[in-house]
Nanobody
Framework: QVQLVESGGGSVQAGRSLRLSCSVSRQIDRFTLLGWDRQAPGKKRDMVAR??????TSYDDSVKGRFTISTLGLDTVSLLMTNLRPEDTAIYYC??????????WGRGTQVTVDG
């Protein structure tokens, strides 16, 4: 069983930054894709950022130029969020996609941005 644990969420003023971290219980090079999604109150879960094993990244248009996804060491996926906006308020979920065993999710971390 793969476990993912997010950390780094909190409440900040608009314009400030936060870094989210996701600790994965298996070496991340075993997964084809790592990413962050978010779910705002009353809305569906949406993609925020992805990183593939070759290092290629992709972002939702709403966060391009403000958020950066990266891997740290063998077991951590990071999401650096700068110039935060109130509309970024959501629960942020980390996930890891395995080619055989499917997608594993963390339990999420709350990010609240006050305008």
């Amino acid at each position: 069983q793969v476990q993912l644990v997010e950390s780094g969420g909190g409440s900040v003023q608009a314009g400030r930054s936060l870094r989210l971290s996701c600790s994965v219980s298996r070496q991340i090079d075993r997964f084809t894709l790592l990413g962050w999604d978010r779910q705002a109150p009353g809305k569906k879960r949406d993609m925020v950022a992805r990183i593939e094993t070759n290092g290629r990244t992709s972002y939702d248009d709403s966060v391009k130029g403000r958020f950066t996804i990266s891997t740290l060491g063998l077991d951590t996926v990071s999401l650096l969020m700068t110039n935060l906006r109130p509309e970024d308020t959501a629960i942020y979920y980390c996930h890891a996609d395995h080619p055989l065993y499917g997608t594993f999710w963390g339990r999420g971390t709350q990010v609240t941005v006050d305008g």
